[in-house]
T-cell receptor, first 114, second 112 residues
Framework: GAVVSQHPSRVICKSGTSVKIECRSL??????MFWYRQFPKQSLMLMAT?????????EQGVEKDKFLINHASLTLSTLTVTSAHPEDSSFYIC??????????FGEGSRLTVL | GNSVTQMEGPVTLSEEAFLTINCTYT??????LFWYVQYPGEGLQLLLK?????DKGSNKGFEATYRKETTSFHLEKGSVQVSDSAVYFC???????????FGTGTSLTVIP
C-alpha cells in the first residue's frame, strides 16, 4: 500500500537552531500534504496544508515564519522549525493522500529542543 | 463546525476482555468517520472507516458503526490482546476528504 515516510524520526537540537523535517510519499504523487503537531497525551492539531508549487496554508495561530513549509516536488514536503525553543518540542506528523484516496501518515518526528 | 469527542483514558483491560471506546461527533454535511491507531513511537495507521450512515467498518476484530441518529462511531472489540495496546484516535473528514478532525485519543493498555 501507499507509504509516507518522515525523516528524521528523532532529533535533538540546541535552542536557537533550525531543524528540517522531511516528509516523502514513496509510491504515489501528492499535490497536497498535511503537517500536524501532537502534544503529549493530546490529539493531533493541523498546523498547515502544504501545496506543491505554491505557498502553504497555515491554520489560525500557527506562525508561518516559525514553521516554514516547502513543497518542492510531488513527493516531498519539508517543515523547518526556525530558531527552535524548548516549547517547540513536540511530535510532528505529516500525512498525504493519493488522488481521492486514503490519507496516509508518516511515522512522525520527535523534536526535542534543549 | 466539525469536532470529535472521544472517551478519555487511559483504559486498562485484561486480555480477552471486551473493549468499547466511545466517540461522538458534530459535523456539517456528510462526513466520513475513521478510527486510527498509534503504536508506541510510531505514526498513525488507519484501523477502519465508514463513509455513510449505517456503514460498519471492521478490521483486525475491531468494529465501529456510523450512527447518524446518535452522531456516534464507537469502537468495539470482543476480545482484546496484549498487542492491541496503543492509542486510538477517532476522526472525521469533511466532504472534501482533506480536512481531518481528531479526537484527543484514548490510550489502551491490555495486560496478560
Amino acid at each position: 500500500g501507499a507509504v509516507v515516510s518522515q525523516h528524521p524520526s528523532r532529533v535533538i537540537c540546541k535552542s536557537g537552531t533550525s531543524v528540517k523535517i522531511e516528509c516523502r510519499s514513496l509510491d504515489f504523487q501528492a499535490t497536497t500534504m498535511f503537517w500536524y503537531r501532537q502534544f503529549p497525551k493530546q490529539s493531533l492539531m493541523l498546523m498547515a496544508t502544504s501545496n506543491e508549487g505554491s505557498k502553504a496554508t497555515y491554520e489560525q495561530g500557527v506562525e508561518k515564519d516559525k514553521f516554514l513549509i516547502n513543497h518542492a516536488s510531488l513527493t516531498l514536503s519539508t517543515l523547518t522549525v526556525t530558531s527552535a525553543h524548548p516549547e517547540d518540542s513536540s511530535f510532528y506528523i505529516c500525512s498525504a493522500r493519493p488522488m481521492a484516496g486514503e490519507l496516509f501518515f508518516g511515522e512522525g518526528s520527535r523534536l526535542t529542543v534543549l | 463546525g466539525n469536532s470529535v469527542t472521544q472517551m478519555e483514558g487511559p483504559v486498562t483491560l485484561s486480555e480477552e476482555a471486551f473493549l468499547t471506546i466511545n466517540c461522538t461527533y458534530t459535523a456539517t454535511g456528510y462526513p466520513s468517520l475513521f478510527w486510527y491507531v498509534q503504536y508506541p513511537g510510531e505514526g498513525l495507521q488507519l484501523l477502519l472507516k465508514a463513509t455513510k450512515a449505517d456503514d460498519k467498518g471492521s478490521n483486525k476484530g475491531f468494529e465501529a458503526t456510523y450512527r447518524k441518529e446518535t452522531t456516534s462511531f464507537h469502537l468495539e472489540k470482543g476480545s482484546v490482546q496484549v498487542s492491541d495496546s496503543a492509542v486510538y484516535f477517532c476522526a472525521l473528514s469533511d466532504n472534501t476528504g482533506n480536512q481531518f478532525y481528531f479526537g484527543t485519543g484514548t490510550s489502551l493498555t491490555v495486560i496478560p
